[in-house]
């Protein structure tokens, strides 16, 4: 394998441009990807020509790119892709590979793995999944939707939420999925921002071994004035014609409030309707789906996707990136609720006619082998996973690991935060046995799909770097101060020039705050709200959210950083850190810490924890309050709440914004209570 020597600092000079008709199935040395990436930014037009050619079209495009970058023309921020194609999503994740060999309606398109380990587990075909989607779209065109509605869906990750996404592909509806775990608050104001119609829910979902009572929460959403425009509510029953119901869930559904004329049945309603639904036709530009993701001030961004470059984008990435060979049992452990789900449990490994896991439940329950088990269950040989789920694991005895087999593993992933490198090598060795390569892929709600990401055996990685980026993509580093472009090796705030298939189009229904927050910061350029410090040979290191950089002394820091010097002591497991006001040093550092198992609280070890922050990062760089904290205030996705922890110790407590979105929201009044800024 090279190792990759980027001369001038640059991959594309003295690169000879891919000349061949077309893309090849896999990625398989350094000068290839030179080459095709070469292709891909000097002429976009032909590589996602030839990208779009792994699609089947109603219409194939005529015009490819046709994007505008730059808020101060005339035109303004205006992005479109493959603009004149017809195509639908459902058909290419679907139909098209059934139409091509028959056989495929046998293989195992979606394995359903339960959050109670001795649940049911059920694999799903190819063809009984299209069946299913086709009957379900029939539902939702019984109902009355039709292309162009907003369909809010809020379900647990079970094999009918991907029934629930595909169906809207299909008829051409647009699909907004809550997390289920977002309170009936959230629920409401996501369903009003885009005034959908009709939600799609369960009577409950589990997790944890514990019921989450689904819809009466939308019963509580229903009820506020904002929601009036929903006239109509699909539920599934989580447990629909099984046997072994938790009693709970029994109890629940007697319970259960019930609209009539308003609530229907799923599978009542799927009773009544055949399996024959063409798929719709789309332009390209039709959207596919919103999802909200939280900004920097309080209302969710409806992020917009649509329908002809994200399938391109996702479909290529998921390919090259997972380097997917047919056959092979793929998981990503993501809920469907986030962009994860989207475009790496759903659309992309269905485009590429992949078997993939749908896990319902959580890497803790029933204990801390729950993935590894599930891992030789159903032979996985590739896994994809956030680096909290990582270090959460790593903080416990290797043995709950070592006890499992896991040969079938061939590739491992990541995504969601700035992995460190401990983890990362306790990832590599420990579960991957220190055979499996790991792709660290930077990404967000924003793009679609992968952005910075290494193409596994093509370049050597490096423990904590999601090394370089993915075809199309043109990172830029920017200093945040002088707002001037930086020069490689540095380190700013990232930026992409240029357009890219996958990338959203707007946020719903507001293209003026879509402008401000990623296209007014540096014109001309994507604005990430990352920082990242790109190396001599060319690897991105992200340091995390620009927001999240502490200045002490007049010294940048990186909180990421410190995080990651903190869990390289052995007796920590996870750490955080935000700064608060100093009145001379600007900012002081206030490091949570969560320990490990069995390890005692002490002022010693306290010491210890500033020195080893010293010596990872430099004498500089010193933790003026190391608080150990038990738990940490996680959203639902498992990402650590920083704006929460810097209301905390301002301490700025009143203010501390929506809380709903918290998986354990009890978490911060005991953060409160212990903290010395709130004495
Ligand atoms: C896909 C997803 C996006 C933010 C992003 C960044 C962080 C994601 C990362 C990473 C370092 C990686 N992030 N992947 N940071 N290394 N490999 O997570 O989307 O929920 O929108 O979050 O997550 O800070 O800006 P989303």
Redesign the pocket.
Known sequence: MSSPTLIDNSITNNTIIWDKSSLPDKIQTFDEYKSLYTLSIEDPNRFWKMAAERLNWYHFPTKIKNTEFDYRTERGIDIKWFEDGIINVCYNCLDRHIEKDPNIANQIALIFEPDIPTDTHHHITYGELLCKVKKFANVLKKHGIKKGDRVTIYMPMVIEACIALLACARIGAIHSVVFGGFSSHSVAERISDCNGTIVITSDFGVRGGKCIPLKSKIDQALLMPECNTVKTVIVFQRYYGMENLKDDCVERRKTLEWVNGRDFWAHEELETVNDICEPEQMNAEDPLFILY?SGSTGKPKGILHTTGGYLTYVNLTFKYVFAYNPGEIYMCSADVG???GHSYVVYGPLANQATTVVFEGIPTYPDVSRFWNIIDKHQINIFYTAPTAIRSLMAHNDSYVTKTNRQSLRLLG??????NPEAWRWYCNVVGNGRCPIV??????ETGGFMITPIPNVWELEAGS?TLPFFGIQTQIFDEKTRKPLEIPDRGELCIRDSWPGQARSLYGNHKRFVDVYFKPYPGYYF???GCEIKKNGYHW?T??VDDVLVISGHNIGTAEVESALVQHVAVSEAAVVGYPDPIKNQGMYCFVTLKDNVLESDELRKELIKTVRDVIGAHVHPDIIHFAPNLPKTR?GKIMRRILRKIVEPDIHNLGDTSTLNDPTVVDELIRTSPRTK
């Open positions: 993701t986030w962009i994860t990541t995504v969601g935060e700035p992995i660290d892929t930077w990404w967000q709600t999601a990430s709200g990352d992200i995390g959210r996705s």
